[in-house]
């Protein structure tokens, strides 16, 4: 007996990284197949600064980071919005593996696609593995996409599917 897969919505973890866009290519190309809906989330961590009695975010910083993010999904949902799946985005602020996977919740999604840098040593000790993470973690299915390195800085966006 073969496993019935029922792929209505996908979620796509992105950090506006060349990894991020490749994930998002292969949800998409997914998504057709299957005809799923897209959400595209993308999640920023402020950092507190330290103080001996607390610790404080920079809030003019935030709403920077906030605007621009914004403006990046944006761009996203514009040159996703002639194709033949439905992509919405969504931006939330917190632990990006955590946030990550409460949107998959709260959506119902039946997989998460995210991207890895594939780093290792001590680079991915310091940095931590968001997609180790979620993958460990997740409500439901993960895809991993990991950008051949023939592909990288080529252009992974053009390799979106265009509109009819």
Known sequence: MSPAFNIRHIVVAHD??????????????LAEKFDAE???????EIPPYGHP???VANF????EVECVAASLLAEIEARTIQGKVRVDTSLRRGIPWAEINAAATESKADLI??????????ARALLGSVAEK???????PVLTVHVPEAQRTA??????PSAP
């Not at 506006?16 to 190309?29: D, G, P, Q, T």
């Open 16 to 29: 506006f990284s060349e990894a991020a866009e490749h994930a998002l290519a292969y949800a998409i190309v």
């Open 38 to 44: 897209v959400t595209v989330v993308n999640v920023y």
């Open 134 to 140: 979620v993958v460990r973690t997740a409500p439901c």
């Open 113 to 122: 696609v995210i991207g890895t840098n594939g780093r290792r040593g001590v």
């Open 155 to 160: 252009g992974v966006a053009a390799q979106l």
């Open 60 to 63: 003019d910083c935030t709403l």
């Open 53 to 55: 009695e607390a610790f």
